[in-house]
């Protein structure tokens, strides 16, 4: 979902610095809110460890330029189901920032509308889950259709950002449309792979004893909130 430089530039690039300094305050409020909840080392580890995992995601794991983006294997319901809300959001702010830092520099300019495209979706598919979810219910107790539902908050709303930026950068012209159309059907094939990625690693947490007493995963992941 990386936005391809050129995409959205000169003045108008500014409104990315806005959308992501909201975005970055509303992750920092649920930081803030998890450290009160459930201490600070819980939630440094398990931001670290979202963060190596993003970065691998989108360093390591396959990823192809379609259209006005590149398809990539996010997994954001996954970090969220197995870390929570506040890692999830800061592991892909700042992996996303170490990918670009580090390997992909021309990046950089574009890390508002990306950082953007990661978070907000995110922050959607919490009032899903909170919607969809039982309170109390156990995250390794999730059916199919639960996950299935946080996966497509996550995966459409990432597109429906990667084209917000297509739009407002590039107008309505046919080519573009023909662009943002090409990576919303490649991209939403990912809706293939993330809900059974999902139930597979709920199934490992659920069959390992030693995740019930780790403070290094999301304390719902087995009913200890």
Same mark, same amino acid.
């Given at each position: 979902?990386h936005?391809?430089?050129?995409i959205v530039?000169?003045?108008?690039?500014?409104l990315?610095?806005?959308?992501?300094?909201?975005?970055?305050v509303?992750?920092?409020?649920?930081?803030?809110? !998890?450290?009160?909840?459930h201490?600070?080392?819980?939630?440094?580890?398990?931001?670290?460890?979202?963060?190596?995992l993003?970065?691998c995601?989108?360093?390591?794991?396959?990823?192809?330029?379609?259209?006005?983006?590149?398809?990539?294997?996010?997994?954001g319901?996954?970090?969220?189901?197995?870390?929570?809300?506040a890692?999830?959001?800061?592991?892909?702010?700042?992996?996303?920032?170490?990918?670009?830092?580090?390997?992909?520099?021309? *990046?950089?300019?574009?890390?508002?509308?990306?950082v953007?495209?990661?978070?907000?979706?995110?922050?959607?598919?919490?009032?899903?889950?909170?919607?969809?979810?039982?309170p109390?219910?156990?995250?390794?107790?999730?059916?199919?259709r639960?996950a299935?539902a946080?996966s497509v908050?996550?995966?459409?709303?990432?597109?429906t950002?990667?084209?917000?930026w297509?739009?407002?950068?590039?107008?309505i012209?046919? *080519?573009?449309?023909?662009?943002?159309?090409?990576?919303?059907?490649?991209?939403m094939?990912?809706?293939?792979? !993330?809900?059974?990625?999902?139930?597979?690693?709920?199934?490992?947490?659920?069959?390992t004893?030693?995740?019930?007493?780790?403070?290094?995963?999301?304390?719902?992941?087995?009913?200890?909130?």
């Amino acid at each position: 979902m990386h936005i391809e430089p050129g995409i959205v530039d000169g003045a108008k690039i500014v409104l990315s610095y806005a959308t992501a300094g909201a975005s970055g305050v509303f992750a920092l409020k649920l930081a803030a809110s !998890e450290i009160r909840d459930h201490g600070g080392l819980s939630f440094i580890a398990r931001s670290a460890i979202t963060t190596a995992l993003v970065f691998c995601f989108f360093e390591v794991l396959p990823h192809y330029p379609v259209g006005v983006s590149e398809v990539h294997l996010i997994l954001g319901s996954t970090l969220f189901l197995l870390f929570g809300m506040a890692p999830a959001a800061i592991g892909l702010a700042v992996g996303l920032l170490a990918q670009g830092l580090f390997f992909a520099p021309y *990046d950089l300019p574009q890390y508002g509308m990306n950082v953007t495209t990661l978070l907000v979706p995110l922050f959607a598919l919490r009032i899903v889950a909170l919607l969809a979810i039982a309170p109390g219910k156990r995250y390794v107790d999730l059916t199919y259709r639960q996950a299935l539902a946080l996966s497509v908050t996550y995966q459409a709303g990432i597109v429906t950002w990667v084209a917000f930026w297509a739009l407002y950068g590039h107008g309505i012209g046919a *080519d573009n449309l023909v662009s943002i159309g090409t990576f919303g059907i490649a991209y939403m094939l990912v809706i293939v792979i !993330e809900p059974l990625a999902d139930l597979v690693v709920l199934a490992a947490a659920k069959s390992t004893t030693a995740i019930s007493r780790s403070w290094l995963f999301e304390p719902r992941l087995l009913g200890q909130a």
